[in-house]
């Protein structure tokens, strides 16, 4: 069963960093998998924040994050990371880490597996 496990939210003022972890186990390799971030606002749908392949390196952002955030993996580590930069408030969420076994060349749909979360809430 994989398992992923967030670390690295916290508070910070708007302008700061914070750099987010997940920590994937449960499979010998995940180099035929799709490694990304979720986030979820008070009131708001959970939505697709970035994604990477975990053999490739090919990534996917948001709109509203590309220039400030960047995705990256380690796979000696079976770690990705979430560099965000330049935060503004509405940043603010739970972030979710979330894996697929994906073998297409774009991206998945949907996500099986996702971990239960890291607050990230940025002041004014």
């Known amino acids: 069963q994989v398992q992923l496990v967030e670390s690295g939210g916290g508070l910070v003022q708007a302008g700061g960093s914070l750099r987010l972890s997940c920590a994937a186990s449960?499979?010998?390799?995940?180099?035929?998998?799709?490694m990304g971030w979720f986030r979820q606002a008070p009131g708001k749908e959970r939505e697709f924040v970035a994604a990477?392949?975990?053999?490739?390196?090919?990534?996917s952002y948001q709109d509203s994050v590309k220039g400030r955030f960047t995705i990256s993996r380690d796979g000696a580590e079976n770690s990705v990371y979430l560099q965000m930069n330049s935060l503004k408030p509405e940043d603010t969420a739970i972030y979710y880490c979330?894996?697929?076994?994906?073998?297409?060349?774009?991206?998945?749909?949907?996500?099986?597996?996702w971990g239960q979360g890291t607050q990230v809430t940025v002041s004014s």
């Open positions: 979330v894996a697929q076994m994906w073998y297409g060349s774009g991206w998945p749909d949907e996500y099986l597996y």
């Open positions: 449960g499979r010998s390799t995940f180099s035929r998998h799709v």
């Open positions: 990477i392949t975990w053999s490739g390196g090919r990534t």
